[in-house]
């Protein structure tokens, strides 16, 4: 018998129906799906795994935070434990009637090392197991087909890449975790997370909150004038100048509007907009982001429509179409649901299909696409979204590019210049079928040298310069891409874990106090670890793991020395982030001013000494006794943000294993939703009655 391993147990079961042609029989072992099919001559059983089985670990001697000196961490010994027990026992099982193993699982390094674990707990069992490979990016019956056809190796270097990452993650975020929260008495829930890439990407947001507060706005005027032609066309024209940096200029210039306007010279230019490039992991979250998905939402969503075979595999750097995928037939395959008919046979018309290129071209897995044309009625709404936004993406990639007809008209206003600006597709082509795509046409009328034009309003407006925007979390992963901060798989849970430890908020991203503190400590103590150089340093070396260039073991080594040096600096001044921290907490926990009358007090977070409940009270208590009831379970955040119904400040509350949420500390609040007055009563994993 041979066993395939497969990473996720939807995968296990459409790998097996593809392989026995719906012929496979399932079994329960330890409660895991086992699939039996039959592969030409061979006998097959079929397990899903639940991504990592192993996860890396220090031995429990070192688990007490207190007794145990966090640079100890850096040299001890690192172990493997299992996650998922009820797998593991039943892949040792199945494992001791087979003959071969078969890593089916996805192929990257996260894939290859969750392969090479797993083939690891079924040599525990049967010592003569060896393992093949294979490889596809897509669930279908011809990726499938093809990859189990011809069975490579198990890409050993690959999965040892994927193991120094787990190594280096686990000593630089333990040690740096533990000293950092244990010198500001920041332990157990309230611990204080750092790590080898989270730290630098959150430099990144706070740098961009320093650079907003420090803004200085700088306030200019704009003269705009409107104009209307002796048939009747309305449009308007703005000073040449654009922005008047003096009042006194903006209004002289705007006194001397009068009379009539004289057209000076017309200027039409053509031009293409070239279609998107095809999608890669990065861009799909940028793209997604624009509609509304977290860079989690989209690379989860993204991964269930790839086991479920409706599009390729989600995580690759590729931008270009390799020759082996079929554009047109895929395209005939979408036209068929009729959801993107229009855009199908707009494809399939042109007598050449030219696709798009990006910049980078890999040669792991190819750009994402759709492999499946799926009806609307088959997904969930969110599904749907990004399904089609990939489908939408692919067909355009496929198209000509647009053309747009800008006009651009200088005319004389009383010895001034003023320019009308004027734009309008002209040539739609991929623009049609990309709604994301936003372009509004400028209308201004058919304009001749010499032409008078009657001035019929004006106006100076006063504006300021405004501080640079803060990073969207699709912004952000693009940032962290430039920069070498993670991989392709692990960008959107960096994201993920600073929201939950409660360092950053919303969309585009805010930090706490906590936040700022944390970054400014480690750039004035520790600047190696909020730069993004030694990351991608790193980064490097694990490529060249990859590449069989260096080992697993010299990599680790390099960065335990590296980390050895930064814990000098940060045991000499330890005092020091200990105040720094705590008085950011301490900010972190005013969740705004008091609303009594007179009382000019800051609402905190405190706990009662006789129920050892959290509530918020008055700073200026016993003289005000103002106090609102909190959520007992949950780390609390202030937002800074005021309620849109009774105007009361508003926190936000983060618990494992829900989504972040908002609530009004005004108990009386008119807008007071009854799942928030029913929160302190739910229990951990208790689902909404919604």
Not at 456 to 482: F, N, S
Not at 525 to 541: F, R, V
Not at 668 to 678: M, R, S, T
Request: glycine share 6%; charged share 30%; net charge positive.
């Amino acid at each position: 018998m041979k066993l395939i391993i497969s990473e996720k147990e939807i995968a296990a079961k459409r790998i097996a129906s593809i392989l026995s042609g719906n012929g496979q029989k399932e079994e329960k072992v330890y409660g895991v799906s086992v699939y039996h099919i039959k592969l030409g001559k061979d006998e097959c059983a079929v397990i899903g795994l639940k991504g990592h089985i192993l996860k890396v670990d220090f031995p429990k001697e070192y688990s007490n935070w207190f007794k145990v000196d966090p640079v100890d961490l850096i040299d001890a010994e690192i172990e493997k434990t299992p996650i998922h027990k009820n797998i593991v026992q039943a892949l040792k099982k199945v494992a001791g009637d087979a003959s071969e193993v078969i890593i089916a699982t996805d192929f990257d390094r996260e894939g290859e090392l969750i392969g090479y674990d797993a083939w690891q707990v079924a040599i525990g069992k049967n010592s003569l197991l060896n393992a093949k490979r294979a490889k596809f990016s897509a669930i279908t019956n011809s990726d499938i087909g093809s990859a189990f056809a011809k069975l490579e190796k198990l890409d050993l270097n690959l999965a040892f890449a994927g193991r120094a990452r787990q190594d280096i993650d686990l000593i630089w975020g333990a040690v740096l975790t533990r000293f950092i929260s244990l010198a500001s008495y920041q332990v157990k829930e309230n611990f204080l997370s750092v790590g080898r890439v989270q730290s630098p990407t959150l430099t990144l947001i706070v740098d961009r909150e320093m650079e907003i507060q420090a803004f200085v706005t700088t306030p200019y005027w704009v003269v705009n004038v409107k104009l209307k032609t002796d048939r009747g066309e309305e449009f308007e024209a703005t000073h040449k100048k654009k922005r008047f940096l003096k009042k006194e200029e903006a209004s002289k210039a705007f006194s001397k509007i009068s009379g009539e306007g004289e057209v000076l010279d017309v200027n039409e230019t053509i031009r293409s907009i070239a279609p998107p490039t095809p999608f890669n992991t990065t861009s799909l979250i940028v793209s997604a982001n624009s509609i509304g998905f977290t860079a989690a939402k989209t690379i989860n969503i993204a991964e269930n429509l790839y086991m479920n075979g409706y599009i390729s595999y989600p995580r690759t750097d590729n931008t270009v179409y390799t020759a082996s995928i079929d554009l047109q037939e895929i395209t005939k395959m979408l036209k068929v649901s009729g959801s993107f008919a229009d855009a199908c046979s707009d494809v399939l018309k042109q007598s050449k299909i030219i696709p798009s290129r990006g910049k980078k071209r890999t040669t792991d897995h190819p750009p994402i696409y759709p492999t499946f044309s799926v009806s609307r009625q088959s997904l969930s709404s969110d599904e749907w979204k990004l399904y089609e936004l990939i489908v939408r993406r692919f067909l355009c990639t496929l198209l000509p590019p647009a053309q747009i007809k800008s006009i651009t008209a200088n005319i004389n206003v009383s010895g001034e210049v003023f320019v009308a600006n004027g734009s309008n597709i002209i040539k739609e082509n991929w623009i049609k079928h990309y709604p994301y795509y936003k372009h509004e046409d400028v209308y201004i009328p058919n304009l001749v040298p010499g032409q008078k034009l009657k001035i019929i309003d004006r106006e100076m407006l006063d504006k300021e310069t405004k501080p640079p925007a803060r990073y969207t979390q699709g912004k952000l992963v693009e940032k962290m891409e430039e920069l070498g901060l993670g991989t392709k798989a692990t960008r959107h849970t960096i994201i993920q874990t600073l929201i939950s430890r409660g360092y950053i908020r919303g969309n585009p991203l805010v930090p706490s106090e906590k936040a700022i503190a944390v970054v400014k400590i480690l750039k004035k103590h520790a600047e190696k670890i909020s730069s993004p150089d030694m990351t991608s340093e790193l980064e490097m070396d694990m490529d060249g793991i990859a590449r069989g260039d260096e080992t697993k073991d010299e990599v680790v080594e390099k960065s335990r020395e590296m980390l050895k040096d930064v814990m000098v600096n940060l045991k000499n001044v330890k005092a020091d982030i200990s105040q720094e921290i705590k008085k950011a907490v301490k900010e972190d926990f005013i969740i705004g001013k008091c609303r009594q009358k007179d009382c000019d007090g800051n609402l905190i977070v405190r706990v009662s000494k006789k129920s050892k409940k959290r509530f918020i009270g008055c700073s200026a208590y016993p003289k005000c006794t103002s106090t609102f009831s909190l959520p007992q379970l949950g780390m609390i955040l202030p937002t800074k943000d005021k309620c849109k119904r009774c105007d009361y400040p508003v926190i936000r509350i983060i618990t494992k294993g829900r989504k972040p949420w908002d609530l009004c500390i005004n108990g009386d609040c008119p807008g007071k939703d009854e799942k928030y007055k029913n929160y302190k009563s739910k229990k951990p994993g208790q689902k909404s009655s919604d």
